[in-house]
């Protein structure tokens, strides 16, 4: 068996501080109540390689289980078919899990549903993330708020409201994400 250092680290662990930790990761992912929430975690948890790596795991099995060609699966993923192999194996000997939740996923993909996030601006704001951050910032502080939080974000955007003749499009944005949860 090939093991990196870090999974060889693993492995010196006792069976049971082993499935313990595994446990704790299970009862992290069970506990994300919202979409954003197990977003969040995974990104904070994964690197970009490693959720890349899984999420391409699950759309294999979810496109075999549609009775896809290997081929397909390999053009559609640009994935070499020794992974598609891999899950195929799984998917024939173990793959309840595999089975169950891909039962329970919608069948077509979910777009994000911020419209401002489909736009030219979204990508300005991925291009150049440090020049963004102050915005990225209030909007995840706005996303996050609590219902007196937002209202008391509110008053502060009705007060710039009656400050400011022009609004920038970062002040209609603002307005937009506060919107619906004004009083």
Not at 55 to 74: D, G
Not at 108 to 116: F, G, R, V, W
Request: proline share 4%; with cysteine; aromatic share 8%.
């Amino acid at each position: 068996m090939n093991l990196s250092t870090r999974t060889k680290g693993f492995y010196k662990l006792s069976k049971s501080e082993r499935e313990s930790i595994v446990f704790e990761l299970i009862q992290a992912l069970v506990h994300c109540k919202t979409i954003e929430e197990a977003a969040m975690f995974t990104q904070d948890l994964l690197t970009e390689s490693e959720l890349s790596f899984i999420s391409r795991r699950l759309r294999i099995a979810k496109l075999l289980l549609q009775n896809k060609t290997y081929k397909e699966v390999q053009d559609s993923l640009h994935i070499s078919q020794t992974t598609i192999a891999k899950i195929a194996f799984w998917l024939n000997h173990r793959g309840e899990g595999f089975r169950n939740i891909l039962k329970k996923l919608p069948s077509a993909p979910i777009k994000n549903s911020d419209p401002l996030m489909q736009s030219p601006w979204a990508s300005l704001k991925r291009q150049y993330p440090a020049y963004f951050l102050p915005e990225i910032i209030i909007e995840q502080i706005i996303k996050m708020a609590n219902k007196k939080q937002r209202e008391r974000l509110s008053k502060v955007v009705l007060e710039v409201d009656n400050s400011v003749r022009e609004k920038s499009q970062l002040h209609r944005e603002l307005e937009r994400l506060l919107r619906p949860h004004r009083t």
